[in-house]
């Protein structure tokens, strides 16, 4: 980690706790960021997008009126600009299977559990600048490769039925990258 890694970089930190907005700018500050915008909602974020040139999205999943989610997906759904390919960064206290679930298939390419580890952080920003996963579209879905392998899709044996119930055991950050892997 260097002082300069990241700035050139223009990050946009969607997050209502003010705390946490502060926390993550000087987290992002150690690792060089130059250029951090904070909003509070994805409806801020999305007038930010259209007159700001935003390199990472750094996004909250619980936001009223419009969550982490929601953002993910609209940005996703601009396909006749270079936003829909904006690398986006999950940073949430959520660690359930099926919340990371719900993430990844609205198209966010990290996904990090608060309490925020700086090292954790830096490697997702690390991962989305020098090893992008190319995008993929099909009939339900645009947004990043999920499959961060390298196997031949195997068809129908590769997806697996997801059942939750108001229990679920809560993740480790390994169990989620491995989660995340998965399709």
């Known amino acids: ?11 946009l930190l969607v997050e209502d ?3 946490t ?13 130059r250029t951090v915008r904070e909003c509070q909602d994805g409806t801020e974020a999305l007038e930010i997008l259209q007159t700001w040139p935003v390199d990472i999205v750094i996004v909250d999943w619980e936001m009223s009126p419009v ?16 936003i829909s390919f904006l690398p986006v960064i ?9 919340r990371i679930i719900e993430a990844r298939d609205s198209g966010v390419n990290e996904y990090v559990v608060k309490p925020l580890s700086a ?3 830096f490697k997702k920003i690390q991962s989305v ?23 031949a899709y195997r068809g129908e044996e590769r997806r697996v039925a997801e059942e939750t119930d108001q229990s679920e055991p809560l ?9 995340l892997q998965s399709e």
């Open 119 to 121: 090292l954790s952080l």
């Open 90 to 98: 999950m940073l949430t206290a959520h660690s359930e299977k099926s």
């Open 67 to 82: 969550n982490g989610i929601e953002l993910t997906r609209n940005i996703r759904k601009m396909k006749d600009s270079y």
């Open 129 to 151: 600048i020098e090893d992008p996963r190319p995008f993929i579209q099909n009939k339900s879905y645009f947004g990043p490769d999920r499959r961060r392998k390298d196997d």
């Open 21 to 33: 907005q502060q926390l993550v700018r000087q987290v992002l500050r150690v690792f060089g960021a």
């Open 1 to 11: 980690m260097t002082e300069t890694y990241l700035s050139n970089v223009n990050i």
């Open 171 to 179: 993740l480790e950050q390994e169990e989620i990258d491995a989660l």
């Open 17 to 19: 706790n003010r705390f």
